[in-house]
């Protein structure tokens, strides 16, 4: 058999899985309320579907006619050694399960939305009682060494382990808390201008402008609304981006916009001849991180980004920003400050809402955290870690949807995904001397051209790991992340 | 094997195909331009996988067990006999030609597209050969008597035929072909105030403002916009339609939306409890359109509408409507006169738009009218029928959608459409004398109850000659049509 049939069958499964993204888009767009039932029907059916596509007989029969076939090139090696990977651990799923997964997903989907709404964390508890314990099947399926929460990590970033995390947040313990309390002692900047009135359709244009100017082709792609944003794909071709707008904070569209812009061009730059291969994927979620991580902060928070662009502000809300210049813009979207919400807390503080996450997260799969106690525990680390007190639970434990999508051993790729932006943004103003000046005349096309080759086209040829060592000639070192921080927040706070 | 057992095999055949609803939704309304090539091959093999899912080995089983059991329940049975009428049809299709109907589809209609955009049917030929080659493959294996059109036929409308067409068509040109004639020499009525500029957004509003009262379930459906209005389901709980706005033409709004509306309705109103099954689905394209003829004519061009709703008019569109009555508005509504586009066309005219197409049809399958020749015999019959003369392709034989889909034998099925429209709604002013002071009253409940429980609660349990019979007391009739136009227009142009 050949690796055109390969590809072919693989083709066929993406077609599938990527019609089960279109399904899923539309669930958090537009699907209107009464048609959440047989949705969920429909994505359970597909979900099964896929998985008996990808381990059925005729995978298995192309990968090992293939995998010691001689003349195939080393991207084809590659893929075929990924798919084998893929297909050994899907093997050890029954059709049954993923299909019961799925449905329990977009129960405690609806469920979670229905608890949020009204605030209230018991009526999302048996939902999410359920979804973990099949989560620790799924463990107990997967194997593990270890922590069987490694399990779980290891399917959002390959390789990812309880001890080389808990290393990490060591460092950000050791470094950025202390580093923190120092800022938090400085005189605070003023960030009051967001608060003012911004209305919807404008920003929405704004929005529009600013990603046109990051490169996302709009041509391949297009922006919705929804109440949480996010980035799917229907293939390279159609790459789907979704902002919120809070008339009342204009804060809030525009590093949703430039952060779900950055994983959108990442996944616009996956190379379109490889659909439905593992070349044409994106490798883990803490690369796909990075690239949303690395426009939102080393870009979008940048002085350099707002010298170019406080002029369209100005240009869009001349009322709202009369005050205000372009350093004090600056400086407001850094403003420093432990908050309620993770997805819109500062740069800084952000690492302590993911290691809040992290850590509740080992103690549920050992067994050492029950779902009852969950707001308790929770609030009790918001207390110790950020020092405020949780009012409710819709912004307490409840305001992530992770959960509610069984998504355990997600959250630590944010933090990675950080990380990696600082260490591959400053390999690239090694290599490229003038990019903060480039960037202060809104060009960042040799920024985009730069990701697109050492990142984007290669799709999963390399591991992160691999990558980022290819990249930057060493493994993910959190220093580059400290001395970004250290560096931009003494200058804004003025710490000697 | 259980009836259980088939129900569920069902459900999931029908979540696939849903699925494919919902790409084809979203390739009409939100897909980006670049994404076309993906989104074909993404709806070709969910079209190949629920032709497998259909006509594989568990079918046969289930039906074989099924067919002769007994306990099981009227409605059951027509489930059985149905299901098992569609898997013999279906068997007849190999998957791989499935899928390559659904290749050649996306790939016409994208053609289609872009002929359309420039006006230029050549860039359209090729592909609608290769379609039609394929379409005639398919009266072939489909099987026919008389006619190969007839296979085509048969797959929108059950039992249809040309034999029977051909006297309805006979029944067009002796009594609606004279009737139009005289109406032409009376004096013409007034439209001109719908074109005046009309705001797209309170358009939108006033759309959305008749599907409520209409009694569309935004709860269980949606309205978007595409460049043509079709309405598509996704589950009797999530059915979508869409309207386009044309600010130079208040009219295109205004009966697009209360036309798909009607189609809305009857995908509501079919039982959810039934999903995935035969019961749960329409009976024919023809009751379909009955449906929207019905609220778009009968209801949405009556005077009692407007009696009704021009207040409302009034109220979005003060300045353009200060020098216009509701009896001026919708004698204006009611202009019949020659025109290019079947879609805008008045709903007398509209039968000669249908007619050129189903004859240009019938000549295609018998061999006797070339692809290259269309263009051509388009602008002589439409010379010959509406006395216009066709200024270009895009406003002629490119401007309907239906041949890049390959939907042959589906025009047909608008003038029956508006044939039993007639005929049912004579029936409801019968049973409901108060019928029209409702609908002056701004009231059509009863009227969309009366339909529910008529109509739309059977699914497929009735054919559509049955169900005529069993509403009405007798068959198809073309007579309530020609009584309606004459009373209507008679009274509207003053014809003795």
Known sequence: MSYNELQNHMQRIADVN????????????YMPPGAAGFKASQL????????QLFTGDKTEALLSSL????????????????????FNRQKKYSTEFVENMSRAVSDAFNA???????????????YLEKLIAIKKQECELLGYQGYPYNALLNLHEKNAT????DVLFTD???????????VQQAKQVDNRFFFQHFDRDTQWQFGIELLKQMGFDFNRGRQDISSHPFTTSFSQNDVRVTTRINENDFSEMIWSCIHEGGHALYEQGLPAEQYGMPLGEAISLGIHESQSRLWENNVGRSLAYWKHN??????????????????????????????????????????????????????IFEDKLKVNDLPDYWNAKYKEYLNIDVPNDAQGVLQ?????????????????????????????????????TEIENGNTHNLLNWLREKIHKHGKFYTAQELCIKVTSEKLNFAHFMHYAATKYGTIYGLG
Do not use: C
């Open 162 to 165: 309880v001890a080389e995390l």
């Open 18 to 29: 990527y019609a089960a993204a279109t399904l899923g888009w539309d669930q958090e767009t």
């Open 112 to 126: 979670w939305q229905q608890a949020r709404k009204e605030s209230n964390f018991k009526l999302f508890a048996p």
């Open 400 to 436: 992530d949807v992770h959960w509610s999508h069984g998504s355990f051993g997600y959250f630590p790729t944010y933090s990675l995904g950080s990380f990696y932006a600082a260490q591959f943004f400053h390999q690239a103003t090694k290599e490229m001397p003038n990019l903060l």
């Open 172 to 182: 950000v313990r050791k470094e950025l808390v202390p580093f923190v309390k120092k």
């Open 44 to 51: 359970s059916t597909l979900s099964g579907i896929t998985h």
């Open 310 to 363: 406080f002029a369209l502000v100005q240009k869009h809300f001349p009322e709202q920003m009369k005050n205000v210049s372009a350093l004090d813009f600056y400086k407001g979207t850094n403003r420093v400050e432990p908050s309620l919400i993770r997805t819109s807390s500062d740069e800084l503080t952000y690492h302590f809402h993911v290691m809040i996450r992290y850590e509740i997260e080992k103690q």
């Open 67 to 86: 995998k010691n076939s001689v003349g195939l090139s080393e991207a084809e090696k590659k893929n075929v050694a990924q798919i084998e990977e893929d």
